[in-house]
């Protein structure tokens, strides 16, 4: 497995592909990251066409069993964030 791309190799890599600085480019990913947190946070979802979309959802509350005693517990009912991979970047990578 090949190791993931740091921080600042990305925007390296992005700035020498757009032919910006590392400060716009470090700037505008800043940007799109708070973005997408607003969105999500206030709207429930935020999408990035051809790489997926981050969506709030509501878990109900349901029974689960404690590993170590087997004693059957409740868990309550929470809001979670998961990112739905977009059909064009399955295609891609698979």
Known sequence: MSK???KSQLHALLAEKSGRSKKEVSDFLDLLVTTAYNEAKNGGEFSL???GK??????AARQ???PATGATIQIPAKTVLKFRVAKAAKDAIL
């Open 49 to 51: 066409p051809g790489l």
């Open 4 to 6: 993931s791309m740091s």
């Open 64 to 66: 689960g069993r404690n």
């Open 54 to 59: 981050l969506v709030k959802k509501h878990r």
